[in-house]
Protein backbone atom coordinates (compact mmCIF):
# COMPACT_ATOMS: atom_id res chain seq x y z
CA UNK A 1 0.00 0.00 0.00
CA UNK A 2 1.28 3.59 -0.54
CA UNK A 3 2.46 5.72 2.30
CA UNK A 4 -0.06 7.56 1.94
CA UNK A 5 -2.85 5.17 2.51
CA UNK A 6 -0.65 3.82 5.53
CA UNK A 7 -0.57 7.48 7.49
CA UNK A 8 -4.38 7.21 6.45
CA UNK A 9 -5.18 4.08 7.72
CA UNK A 10 -3.19 4.95 11.02
CA UNK A 11 -5.39 8.07 11.40
CA UNK A 12 -8.77 6.00 10.82
CA UNK A 13 -7.24 3.86 13.61
CA UNK A 14 -7.62 0.30 11.05
CA UNK A 15 -3.79 0.17 10.79
CA UNK A 16 -1.44 -0.34 14.12
CA UNK A 17 -0.36 3.23 15.44
CA UNK A 18 3.92 3.96 14.92
CA UNK A 19 6.10 3.88 18.23
CA UNK A 20 8.96 6.57 18.53
CA UNK A 21 12.11 5.06 18.12
CA UNK A 22 14.55 7.99 18.06
CA UNK A 23 14.08 12.02 16.73
CA UNK A 24 13.40 11.15 13.87
CA UNK A 25 12.40 7.64 13.59
CA UNK A 26 9.54 5.38 13.82
CA UNK A 27 8.33 2.03 13.52
CA UNK A 28 5.36 -0.54 14.48
CA UNK A 29 5.35 -3.14 17.49
CA UNK A 30 5.63 -6.19 15.52
CA UNK A 31 2.62 -7.97 17.87
CA UNK A 32 0.64 -4.77 16.14
CA UNK A 33 1.16 -5.46 12.50
CA UNK A 34 0.77 -9.36 12.78
CA UNK A 35 -2.66 -8.50 14.36
CA UNK A 36 -3.17 -6.75 12.05
CA UNK A 37 -1.88 -8.92 9.09
CA UNK A 38 -4.23 -11.58 10.79
CA UNK A 39 -7.69 -9.67 10.31
CA UNK A 40 -6.75 -6.24 7.88
CA UNK A 41 -10.89 -5.34 7.09
CA UNK A 42 -11.66 -5.37 10.97
CA UNK A 43 -8.83 -4.21 12.87
CA UNK A 44 -9.26 -1.63 15.10
CA UNK A 45 -6.82 0.22 17.09
CA UNK A 46 -9.55 0.01 19.91
CA UNK A 47 -9.46 -4.12 19.95
CA UNK A 48 -5.37 -4.56 20.62
CA UNK A 49 -5.06 -6.07 24.05
Given amino acids: MS ?3 LYR ?3 KGT ?3 QVRI ?3 CA ?3 ESAVNEWMH ?4 YHV ?3 R
Fill in 15 to 17: FPK
Fill in 46 to 48: DDV
Fill in 9 to 11: KIQ
Fill in 39 to 42: NPIF
Fill in 3 to 5: RAT
Fill in 27 to 29: GWR
Fill in 22 to 24: ATR
